[in-house]
């Protein structure tokens, strides 16, 4: 197994962001990536490659680009508008009734943002652009040198952003700009005649409302995502069991809403319900937003998952015999995090 890392993610570094009303030290540290890639070495797992360098062409596939001009000059403009140099932290996102683009640093930092964790630091564009580089280079292998799975150690994660919006730790969102890269390549490749499609699941804790919105109208992506109920849990506003794509991609999106306190046997069980649809989808690559957030006693979490869980879902995931990306979302027990990595990747051994 492939391993893309890169230690460019340490650039993105807010030191606090605001959680349910209190300004708490940010959970999406830099020690999570750093942890992960230790207990991969030390467990001997993979071989360990540096992202390649794909230029903005492949986000802008996904992302507006108005979107990531604004990721760009954020922290610059914020800073040399007077606002603290902590980081970029909106204080006003638009209703869509008021929603109308101002150029003042302000109202840009909430124009393009649902929530406040998704702090813009110096570093963080140039992050960014390397987590998206580490999906990509992991899609390039995978249609390139015959791997059939990849594990991209991405951060910051992407699962939350839109096309236009940060939230929820993300900003680039990577396993989109991987599947979208993913099916025009191997389509301008002519490798298979069929057309492609691709399934992404998204097995993080947390609903991937910014991978839904971006392929909801789709036909040739299918999302599933297995998550906790937004009537209960972050982001609240998108992930219900109702939500099945519009238009050409009606049918092609599918939410597993949870309750609380899901334990291994209980996943396991929607985890074989999702994998029926993927067979029965038939799609020419499995991209996985992998979240680690459903591990029990995870701090944004309420699920009950145990270690060894993760090996039974990676090993339920290589049975389905596709080229494979996993892509790193969350997971924020961070003592725990590298071990559950670990299991997840044995599973596919
Ligand atoms: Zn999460």
Redesign the pocket.
């Known amino acids: 197994m492939i391993v893309v890392y890169t230690p460019e993610h340490s650039q993105h570094d807010p030191a606090h962001e605001i959680l349910a009303g209190q300004i708490v030290p940010y959970h999406e540290a830099p020690r999570r990536a750093e942890i992960i890639r230790a207990a991969l070495e030390q467990a001997a797992i993979g071989s360990v490659v540096a992202p390649r360098r794909f230029g903005l062409d492949p986000i802008l596939a996904v992302h507006d680009a108005a979107y990531v001009a604004y990721l760009e000059r954020a922290y610059a403009q914020w800073v040399a508008a007077g606002h603290p140099p902590s980081g970029v932290i909106p204080d006003t996102l638009p209703l869509h009734s008021i929603r109308r683009y101002s150029a003042n640093p302000q109202a840009d930092a909430g124009y393009y943002c649902f929530d406040l964790s998704a702090v813009i630091v110096a570093g963080t564009y140039a992050a960014a652009r390397a987590s998206a580089d580490v999906a990509l280079t992991g899609a390039a292998l995978l249609l390139e040198d015959d791997e059939r799975i990849v594990y991209a150690l991405c951060r910051p994660?992407g699962?939350?952003a839109g096309r236009s919006l940060c939230g929820?730790y993300c900003f680039l969102n990577n396993a989109a700009i991987a599947a979208q890269y993913l099916l025009e390549q191997s389509s301008r490749m002519g490798a298979v005649e069929s057309p492609q499609s691709a399934v992404i699941l998204d097995i993080?804790?947390?609903h991937g409302n910014g991978t839904q919105e971006i392929f909801y109208m789709r036909a040739d992506v299918l999302f599933i995502s297995i998550h906790a109920d937004p009537a209960r849990e972050?982001p609240y506003f998108l992930g219900n069991a109702d939500e099945l794509g519009a238009g050409p991609g009606l049918g092609c999106n599918l939410n597993f809403p949870l309750e609380a306190g899901v334990t291994d046997e209980r996943f396991l069980t929607v985890l074989d319900r999702a994998l029926e649809a993927i067979r029965a989808y038939d799609p020419s690559w499995l991209i996985v937003s992998a979240?680690f957030?459903t591990f029990a006693g995870d701090p944004?979490?309420d699920f009950a998952l145990s270690s060894s869980a993760y090996q039974a879902i990676g090993a339920r995931l290589a049975a389905l015999s596709l080229p494979t990306l996993l892509i790193q979302?969350?997971?924020?027990a961070v003592d725990a995090l590298g071990q559950n990595v670990v299991s997840f990747l044995k599973g596919f051994a």
């Open positions: 994660p699962h939350h929820g993080d804790f947390h972050y979240g957030d944004l979490g979302e969350g997971g924020y």
